[in-house]
């Protein structure tokens, strides 16, 4: 396998921790970053491979002077890797437009300011693989006290699935990841903000909601360690997947959404193909 340069967001705590030492195990050079340096140096040692930067991925600019930090360290960017997120759970009618914004700007718009400032360097390369961290919830999110956070999942993927085809022909590759329920730090208070009760509707469902919530942290039955070994094989690949579904209950959710879609196409197939000019 030959040695590649990664860029991971979110390299300070949680998945990015694992994804930043499997890359590292595997004999990579890797650009670490989050929106504390230290945190991250302190986290992850030091290496002659790893390089930790600051990057808020809702900045342009963070995004900016980290590739440059990155090209001017290690001369190139092999693969990057668009982990940092953050989880606004609550109702939706609960959660406010601002805190509603900044669901989108950590997990959809940042992805795009990485990436719009990595990818004058792979095309310059004519080579380059990016990696998107999703969900299950990107997938399917038929359920309650995700809205915000699904919407941004879905955004992602939507994006996502565009920009391959438009950057297939420069030889740089897309996969969308979608984990399951894996044991990472998204659930803890450093991740997850809660929306204020404030309708009274709401209040029989939303303390038992939130009571689940966090006693899953901690509970989940993903190891983040194998999926950080299967993305290094993932992005080992000549041809790596344009979809990566990670875990027992990621595959069960992608499954029962084909079943449920397929579902709603039979049972509406005639008044849908009569919609053309007669």
Not at 41 to 67: F, M, N, P, Y
Not at 136 to 152: D, H, K, L, P, T
Request: hydrophobic share 45%; net charge neutral.
């Amino acid at each position: 396998m030959s040695k590649k340069v990664w860029l991971i967001t979110g390299a300070g705590r949680g998945m990015g921790v694992d994804f930043t030492r499997a890359a590292l195990a595997s004999g990579h050079s890797v650009v670490a970053s989050g929106r504390d340096r230290q945190r991250v140096s302190k986290v992850l040692g030091a290496s002659s491979d790893l390089l930790a930067v600051t990057l808020d991925v809702t900045s342009a600019a963070d995004a900016e002077a980290a590739v440059r930090a990155a090209v001017d360290r290690f001369g190139r960017i092999d693969v990057l890797v668009n982990n940092a997120a953050s989880f606004y759970a609550g109702y939706f009618e609960e959660l406010t437009p601002e805190q509603i914004g900044q669901q989108l700007a950590a997990s959809l718009v940042g992805p795009m300011n990485v990436t719009r400032a990595v990818l004058p360097v792979m095309r310059k390369q004519r080579s380059g693989h990016i990696i998107a961290i999703s969900s299950s919830a990107g997938i399917a999110a038929g359920f309650e006290f995700v809205s915000a956070y699904a919407a941004s999942k879905f955004g992602l993927e939507g994006w996502m699935e565009s920009l391959q085809a438009e950057v297939a022909p420069f030889g740089i590759t897309t996969t969308i990841l979608n984990p399951g329920f894996f044991r990472t730090e998204l659930l803890t208070e450093h991740s997850t903000n809660y929306a204020e009760a404030s309708i009274a509707d709401y209040d029989e469902r939303r303390g038992p909601l939130v009571e689940y919530w966090k006693a899953q942290d901690g509970q989940q039955s993903g190891d983040p360690a194998k999926l950080a070994r299967a993305l290094i094989t993932i992005a080992s690949q000549k041809q790596p997947p344009r979809r990566f579904i990670a875990g027992a209950d990621a595959i069960a959710t992608a499954e029962q959404k084909l079943a449920d879609l397929k579902a709603q196409i039979e049972a509406h197939r005639e008044l849908s193909t009569s919609l053309a000019f007669d």
